[in-house]
């Protein structure tokens, strides 16, 4: 499976925007990029994912380099309440037999009022 | 709710003590998995379903740990003879994606957090 590195922690102000990178150097064409989150206490909530292209939902916004090594997950707007730990991870999916989500220690992510 | 539904929320097992732990995964979906998460780490995958196959158990540390998926839907997980080591939250999730399906993204249970003392 692809690794993916991100930094242990951040800190982001109410109300901006709060960007986490993800570098995943190794991944492979047929790899997603995923990013959950995990806020304390619940199981890790779905956030997003792509291949090559850029996506946005309801969310958050990830932008994927055109060289597919790194990416980084948006949140425009961020609130107290998105204060988790956030989990980027590559995939290739049940179609290559790789089903699993492999996380990693992800990024500690604070927001600040 | 829709949910994936995991039962109990906590479980106190004594050394030595067999426990099983049950997950409800979203109506239809074929694909189930099982993680275990330690204090302080990210979730470790223990196993995988399609429907009621047992498609990878690579994940699961030792001989105590046996899940199954008999009807394809409702999913246990049994620890026998358990010990310290074995104390975390167990993680379900679920997904519609199949072998045949394009990438979707997975539904995660609050977890049972199991304490063995």
């Known amino acids: 499976d692809a690794k993916t590195t991100q930094p242990t922690s951040m800190d982001c102000a109410e109300g901006r925007a709060a960007n986490l990178p993800c570098n995943h150097s190794t991944i492979s064409g047929n790899e997603y990029v995923y990013w959950y989150r995990q806020i304390h206490s619940q199981g890790p909530q779905y956030i997003i994912h792509?291949?090559?292209n850029n996506e946005t939902n309801e969310m958050a916004s990830l932008i994927i380099t055109e060289d597919r090594k790194s990416s980084t997950l948006i949140l425009p707007h961020a609130t107290l309440r998105d204060t988790a730990v956030y989990y980027c991870i590559v995939r290739g999916g049940a179609r290559f037999g790789n089903e699993k989500l492999t996380f990693g220690t992800g990024t500690r992510l604070t927001i600040i009022p | 709710g829709a949910g994936v539904s995991q039962s109990p929320r906590y479980k106190v097992a004594k050394r030595g003590q067999d426990v099983a732990l049950r997950c409800d995964p979203i109506?239809?979906?074929?694909?189930l998995f099982w993680y275990q998460q330690a204090l302080g780490q990210g979730p470790e995958f223990l196993t995988y379903f399609q429907n009621e196959a047992q498609l990878d158990k690579s994940g699961l540390p030792s001989d105590r740990f046996f899940a199954e998926r008999p009807e394809g839907s409702v999913s246990t997980l049994k620890i026998q003879r358990t010990q310290q080591e074995d104390s975390a939250v167990y993680l379900c999730?679920?997904?519609?994606?199949?072998?045949?399906?394009?990438?979707?993204?997975?539904?995660f249970g609050q977890g049972t957090r199991l304490t063995v003392v």
């Open positions: 109506s239809g979906h074929v694909s």
């Open positions: 999730a679920s997904s519609s994606e199949g072998r045949r399906d394009m990438n979707t993204e997975a539904f």
């Open positions: 792509g291949l090559k």
